[in-house]
Nanobody, 126 residues
């Protein structure tokens, strides 16, 4: 059974930083793409970033490029999302997810991911 547990959310002022973590159970998570999504109230779940199994390939949505960095430590079974220069529009519940297939890198669509965490709230406000 795969479990994903996010942490690191909170309240931060505009321009501030947060680092989210996603701890994954299971010995084979290092073989899968890991992604971050977010969902603001009244909006659909939105792709934020994804990282390949080895960390060599990363993809970001346009709105976070240059501000957010996704990384992973396979020895610790953990994925991170470093968020800098935060804006009020970044406010959302952030979810980590594991790709469905170990042979194909998951992309921007939620359906490409088979396991999800419970989410962590990020609020950017002065």
């Amino acid at each position: 059974q795969v479990q994903l547990v996010e942490s690191g959310g909170g309240l931060v002022q505009p321009g501030g930083s947060l680092r989210l973590s996603c701890a994954a159970s299971g010995r084979t998570n290092r073989l899968y793409t890991m992604g971050w999504f977010r969902q603001a109230p009244g909006k659909e779940r939105e792709f934020v970033a994804t990282i390949s199994w080895g960390g060599g390939t990363t993809v970001y949505c346009d709105s976070v490029k240059g501000r957010f960095t996704i990384s992973r430590d396979n020895a610790k079974n953990t994925v991170y999302l470093q968020m800098n220069s935060l804006k009020p529009e970044d406010t959302a519940v952030y979810y980590c997810a594991r790709g469905r297939s170990s042979s194909v890198m998951a992309g921007r669509l939620p359906d490409e991911y088979g396991y999800w965490g419970q989410g962590t709230q990020v609020t950017v406000s002065s």
